[in-house]
């Protein structure tokens, strides 16, 4: 059972490039997360989707877009990154209810130079 | 709008005491809450869930509780050890929206 994979692990931009994180889980899930991690901070919110078919912006959207491309996979675009964008990024996946806990991908550290 | 506050940022005790992490939230209409780790450097590991409906639960040395009229969680982690130290992080899920919010944390040192 892989949970929530993230792609890549490790990415190096190029300030003013795009690139796309991909994000997929096989439990089901309806609601997936996009969130990004800076030194000494905890998880800010950029885009989540509470179900297929639906996106909302979190706290730090500016400069990323998502797509729920099905109940599996959702994934965050970057269209021109910006060294600000150098940071950790974390996906997660859960279902609507208070059941269930959130799983998390493993993280992508992005640096953008 | 949810906010999820976490006083301290940074602790730090002698091994062996005991430690309580304190987590605070502006809107109690929650479907759970969620306690996790992190190391340095790493992603993170689930510690314990609180649903909505509960008012604690335990895993080993760890206790969660949770007080949701007063919008409120604590983490106890009891006679603690060198290998507890890490950064813990709560996350609280709103009924409306299943939104996830985290709190910034707090930095535990267990001094041996």
């Known amino acids: 059972n892989a949970g929530v994979t993230q792609t890549p692990k490790f990415q190096v931009l190029k300030t003013g490039q795009s690139m796309t994180l991909q994000c997929a889980q096989d439990?089901?899930?309806?609601?997936m997360y996009w969130y990004r991690q800076d030194p000494g901070m905890g998880l800010r919110l950029i885009y989540y989707s509470a179900s297929e078919g639906t996106t909302d912006k979190g706290e730090v959207p500016n400069g990323y877009n998502v797509s729920r491309l099905n109940k599996r996979e959702f994934s965050l675009r970057l269209e021109s990154a910006a060294p600000s964008q150098t940071s950790v990024y974390f996906c997660?996946?859960?279902?609507?209810?208070?059941?269930?806990?959130?799983?998390f991908g493993q993280g992508t550290r992005l640096t953008v130079v | 709008k949810q906010e999820v506050t976490q006083i301290p940022a940074a602790l730090s005790v002698p091994e062996g005491e005991n430690l309580v992490l304190n987590c605070s939230f502006t809107?109690?209409?929650?479907?759970?809450l969620q306690w996790f780790r992190q190391d340095p450097g790493k992603g993170l590991t689930s510690l314990l869930l609180i649903q909505s409906s509960q008012r604690e639960q335990t895993s080993g040395r760890l206790n969660a509780s949770l007080d949701k009229s007063s919008g409120r969680s604590t983490l106890y982690i009891a006679a603690s050890q060198p290998g507890d130290s890490a950064t813990y992080l709560c996350?609280?899920?709103?009924?409306?929206?299943?939104?996830?919010?985290f709190g910034g944390g707090t930095r535990v040192l267990v001094k041996p």
């Open positions: 997660a996946s859960t279902k609507t209810g208070q059941e269930t806990e959130a799983f």
């Open positions: 439990m089901n899930h309806n609601s």
């Open positions: 809107d109690s209409a929650i479907y759970n």
């Open positions: 996350a609280v899920r709103e009924a409306a929206g299943n939104k996830l919010t």
